[in-house]
């Protein structure tokens, strides 16, 4: 059970994960996450689903080393298993016949928007691709991408590649450039609060596919809500679409930031072999 | 009346050992230690043995009281295990967390005079010593029927259901969302009130019976009830999900850092174990003054795990007074003893927090009680201009759950009440044929044994339906686990 048919590391700290999951890969959409253990005392913690097959039976997920949970993804290799793997979790992005759709992604989300974009492609959209990162090393995915897009843009904070700057510059420009009917953003939640801001007040109809801290996924402890258009939502399970216009972004970056002292303290806690008690020394790892 | 009974009087109720209040007060073990057996038998010699039992009608699942507690005075405690399991198929569990003294106890005879007989201690002591002397016996199964079942929720009612038709000769299979089997045992109910230990070993004994438990699987999203029976070939389906969307109060300041539902906070502790942390990566924010908003079992267990994470003030705060309290009445003392402080006839009306975005108070407004309401409890009404700010770095709020929509919104033939819960009839039948239901998601936020009690009913509907049969259990031993 979820095994894992391959993990690479593509850049610097992110990282593709193919997992068996035949089930999954059944019932899967665009815009679904899953929620995923590494091991028995893991997190439970969504990532977006980016891909999927369903012949082989297998999903893709992209995912940036931030943590230790990330961590644990990370040190996994091809035939080895997850704890746990539950999904498909959220509302499927809402795919439909736009226009012109733009879509932003950012460290995990330039693999994240994979499937919304081929989605979008396939629903007669002309697809606008964005990507950023702070340099050229740590760009990835071109060669799915590329072919999705009718215009792919590449943004570095250096200027290494691409147009200098992030996608809510590019955002800004094209949208005097062209009629944009909608924008949809996956990345960090820093680079969906900025993009959102770069495309409002231009009557643009704009979605984010918050990333939320999540336990169950499935609504039950209420740990991802976010206030939406003054509202109290659930990104688990109301999301993890929303209007980006409407988002409380300060309250996202809030809440996101509230374990940021445990999360270190974990973090030192598993790379640092002298805190741990000493039966899990002798224990053995192979 | 002959002398006997008298006899019988003279003995009093057999209180159970616990560990010291300011003790258990700062660690996750189990609070009552257990009796031994020389109490056991005091107390079960207690029992009246009436000749009408009172105390069977007050049991949701009709344990044969009388019957398991005189094997215990007689000193055949694996026979007064067994006896129990006849109709519980949780006893280790229910003698911990049933509100007895509503029930069993309450009906007991002893009550009218002094103090009911302590069924509830009972029953967890022979299912104890049944486990910890390695006893568990695997009941002869009827013949496989060649019917499939699924189940849908390993929580109390689901459990029971499956344990029930296992017996009774299908092929019984257990869908959980969460990645361990127990439900609410397991991620709501503390470990210092219920051990994980017990709940794992009534699971593995289901197990072994030969019920298969498939974890990490939502269904209503990776597989729809409809696909289960129509593709999956299960010939029944009951669905035990539970109510799990968790209710807030909807007041200023409620999605500020530091607010938890009792379901998250509880689930970071229980589940995934963020008392260890960081030996477990769960964080949960260790409040030194905590408030815990309502006033039934789950306030309770979260306010004193707060204590037990090492909450200097751990307050109850309860818009009616300590009699309307629903927890039980065991809990509200224990929580007295280990230091909770009780903040009643009073009403938050909002979290203030601080330039990060954290709680730093929280804002209350003092009630009196008024006219009954429809629950027939007084009606707590707002003492104007008494609002008064108390400092807080965690609030905690308990005040119930809604029925969660994420399998019943994809089964639109399904019938729901007003409030989303699933509507079933007296047997636990849903209007879906085939389809059962039972526990939380059809009464709200109920108890264990009356979700098993549910459990109890659609698995005889389930029999009755499938094989045209009254269901009949024998807890002869097959074989030694």
């Known amino acids: 059970m979820n095994r894992i048919i391959e993990r690479t590391e593509l850049v610097p700290n992110v990282h593709k994960m193919v997992i068996e999951a035949p089930l999954l890969a059944k019932k899967v959409l665009p815009g679904h996450f899953l929620i995923i253990m590494a091991d028995e005392e893991g997190e439970r913690i969504p990532i977006s689903v980016s891909d999927w097959d369903e012949k082989a039976g297998t999903v893709t997920i992209f995912f940036l080393e931030a943590g230790v949970s990330t961590m644990k993804l990370a040190l996994k290799n091809a035939g080895d298993s997850l704890h746990a793997v539950v999904g498909p979790l959220g509302r499927p992005a809402k795919i439909g016949k736009y226009g012109t759709v733009l879509l932003g992604g950012g460290c995990y989300g330039i693999g994240a928007i994979t499937s919304i974009a081929r989605a979008m492609k396939a629903a007669g959209n002309k697809i606008i691709i964005i990507t950023e990162a702070r340099s050229k090393y740590l760009l990835y995915n071109q060669e799915v991408l590329r072919p999705l897009a009718d215009n792919y843009i590449e943004t570095t904070s250096d200027g290494s590649s691409g147009i200098k700057g992030k996608v809510q510059d590019v955002v800004q420009y094209i949208t005097y450039q062209e009629k944009v009917d909608l924008a949809y953003f996956i990345g960090c939640t820093f680079m969906m609060m900025t993009c959102s801001n770069a495309t409002r007040g231009k009557n643009l109809r704009t979605l984010v596919a918050l990333n939320s801290l999540m336990l169950d996924g499935t609504g039950m402890c209420g740990v991802c809500r976010v206030t939406v258009g003054g509202q109290t939502k659930f990104a688990c399970v109301d999301g993890p679409e929303f209007d980006g216009h409407q988002v409380d972004w300060l309250g996202v970056l809030q809440r996101k930031s509230m374990y940021l002292q445990e999360e270190m303290l974990a973090y030192q806690y598993h790379s640092c072999r002298a805190l741990r008690p000493k039966e899990e020394e002798s224990e053995q790892h192979g | ?481």
């Open chain 2, 1 to 481: 009346m002959d002398e006997a009974p008298q006899e019988k009087k003279r003995v009093p109720r057999q209180k159970m050992p616990e560990q010291h209040p300011m003790v258990r007060a700062r660690n996750f073990n189990e609070v009552p230690t257990g009796y031994s057996p020389e109490t056991a038998q005091l107390e079960a010699g207690r029992c009246l043995q009436c000749k009408k039992p009172t105390c069977i009608s007050g049991c949701p699942v009709g344990v044969k009281i009388p019957e398991f507690i005189k094997l215990i005075k007689e000193g055949d405690f694996v026979a007064a295990a067994r006896k129990v399991k006849e109709t519980n198929a949780l006893p280790a569990v229910c003698g911990r967390v049933c509100p007895q003294e509503i029930q069993c106890e309450g009906t007991c005879v002893l009550s009218k005079k002094g103090e009911a007989v302590a069924i509830g201690h009972l029953e967890r002591f022979c299912a104890d010593f049944e486990r910890k002397t390695h006893q568990v016996c695997l009941p002869a199964k009827s013949a496989p029927n060649g019917k499939k079942v699924a189940v849908v929720g390993a929580g109390p009612a689901g459990l029971t259901v499956a344990g029930d038709l296992i017996l009774l000769g299908y092929q019984v299979t257990i869908f959980e969302a969460l990645h361990k089997p127990g439900g609410v045992l397991i991620y709501g109910i503390p470990e210092f009130r219920l051990p994980k230990e017990t709940v794992e070993a009534e699971v593995k004994y289901l197990q072994s019976l030969g019920v298969e438990l498939r974890l990490n699987t939502v269904i209503g999203t990776i597989r729809s009830v409809k696909e289960l029976m129509e593709e999956d070939g299960y010939d029944a389906v009951f669905i035990g999900v539970g109510a799990g969307l968790p209710q807030f109060m909807k007041m200023p300041g409620e999605n500020l850092c530091g607010v938890y539902s009792a379901n998250e906070y509880l689930t970071r502790a229980n589940l995934l174990k963020a008392y260890l942390f960081p030996r477990y990566d769960t964080p949960l924010a260790r409040g030194r003054n905590v408030a815990v908003v309502g006033g039934g079992n789950v306030a309770m267990d979260s306010v004193r795990t707060a204590l037990r994470l090492g909450a200097d003030n751990a307050s109850i705060i309860y818009r009616r007074s300590i009699d309307e309290m629903p927890a039980r009445r065991e809990e509200i003392h224990h929580g007295e003893q280990e230091g909770v402080q009780f903040k009643l006839l009073t009403n938050p009306v909002e979290v203030i927090g601080d330039e990060r975005g954290w709680v730093k108070s929280i804002k209350c407004i003092k009630m009196e009680l008024g006219e009954p309401d429809a629950s027939g409890r007084r009606r707590p009404v707002p003492v104007r201009g008494s609002e008064f700010d108390l400092p807080v770095d965690l609030v905690v709020i308990a005040i119930g759950t809604d029925a969660n929509p994420l399998l019943t919104a994809n089964m639109p033939e399904l019938k729901l009440n007003q409030w989303g819960y699933i509507e079933i009839d007296e047997n636990g039948r849903t209007s879906v044929p085939l389809v059962y239901a039972g526990g939380d998601i059809v009464t709200c936020s109920a108890t264990v044994i009356l979700a098993m009690g549910a459990g109890r009913k659609a698995a005889n509907a389930i029999h009755e339906d499938l094989m045209g049969k009254k269901a009949e259990f024998s807890q002869t031993c097959a074989a030694k686990i």
